[in-house]
């Protein structure tokens, strides 16, 4: 049975792979170990002895980024590379997450892993920045994700659900933004994928894994909202009235060339979503 020691135990993705990944797993969660402190995560890692590293852990507030761009920098670039030189001198592959906010948005059709990339925002700098840190890793895999979701943590769905709850019957919009598009992905999914390409085998590089198909964020909540049957009216706006910090880019899809398993259609991974959460309440 492998050994997985996962960075980030107390984050969205961290918790998708807790509840799926069989062997001996190690959750590490920031009060128990910040990534930022080289030395107190080599001796963990040494300590545990794992097969694979799943570092999760992450500066993930994009808009955030733009205002602490140190932190986002120490955390996203120095964190990885300690996590890679962690490892160093042993056979422990490192599963790096990335994102799709390493591209412009101005291709016009769903990016693939030889696409050259342009981050439009600090977020999108520092994982690029941290990628690199993990392909120089010779058991380095790259995993360009996006546009998480899931039943726990902070994310889209669960906000748009939130939001929707509160203006049900009162005839006040939400308004969301349509002028970006991207490829929203479960959790559970992505766990999924990356739990079987790790048990497959392939080399390390850089591989493009999120939701099949894709979709603007305002589609997304019409879809939630349709789906928890909620009386609710979803208005479209543009990225500009949203007025958010971080730019980010228009057109976002992610495919990929690599023959690797593809992910279920990301409509699929929100009704998934909405079924444990709706019941809730
Ligand atoms: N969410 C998305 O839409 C998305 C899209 C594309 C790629 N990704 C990537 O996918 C990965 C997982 O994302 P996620 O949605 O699971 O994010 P998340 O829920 O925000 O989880 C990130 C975790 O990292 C922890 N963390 C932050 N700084 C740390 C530090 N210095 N040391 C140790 N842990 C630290 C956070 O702890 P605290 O909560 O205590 O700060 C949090 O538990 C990240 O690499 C992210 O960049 C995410």
């Not at 993705?13 to 990534?35: K, M, P, S, Y």
């Not at 479960?186 to 850089?206: K, T």
Request: proline content about 5%.
């Amino acid at each position: 049975m492998p050994r997985w020691f996962v960075t980030g135990g107390g984050g969205q993705l961290a918790t998708a792979f807790a509840d799926l990944l069989e062997g001996e797993v190690l959750l590490n969660r920031e009060e128990a170990l910040d990534i930022r402190d080289a030395e107190a995560l080599r001796v963990a890692v040494h300590a545990f002895a794992p097969d694979c590293v799943l570092h999760c852990a992450a500066y993930t507030d994009v808009d955030g980024a733009e205002a602490h761009a140190e932190t986002a920098e120490a955390v996203n670039v120095t964190g990885t590379r300690n996590v890679v030189e962690a490892v160093r001198g042993t056979h422990t592959s490192v599963v790096y997450f990335s994102t799709d906010y390493v591209f412009d948005g101005q291709k016009g059709a769903p990016y693939v892993e030889s696409d050259a990339t342009r981050p439009l925002n600090v977020y999108g700098r520092t994982k690029l920045a941290g990628e690199r840190e993990v392909l120089g890793w010779v058991h380095g895999l790259v995993v360009r994700t996006a546009w998480l979701f899931s039943e726990t943590g902070h994310n889209f769905v669960r906000s748009i659900l939130a939001a929707a709850r509160e203006r049900a019957g009162t005839g006040e919009p939400l308004r969301v933004v349509d002028d970006q598009i991207g490829s929203p992905t479960y959790a559970p999914h992505l766990a999924a994928a990356v739990d079987e390409v790790v048990r497959r085998g392939v080399g390390p590089g850089l591989y493009h894994l999120a939701g099949s198909g894709y979709c603007s964020w305002c589609e997304l909540a019409r879809e939630v909202v349709q789906l928890a049957g909620l009386d609710v009216e979803v208005e479209p706006i543009t990225t500009r009235e949203a007025g958010r910090p971080a730019r980010r880019p228009a057109f976002s899809a992610l495919d990929t060339e690599r023959p690797i398993p593809r992910l279920p259609h990301w409509a699929e991974g929100v009704a998934q979503a909405v079924d444990k959460l709706v019941p809730l309440g």
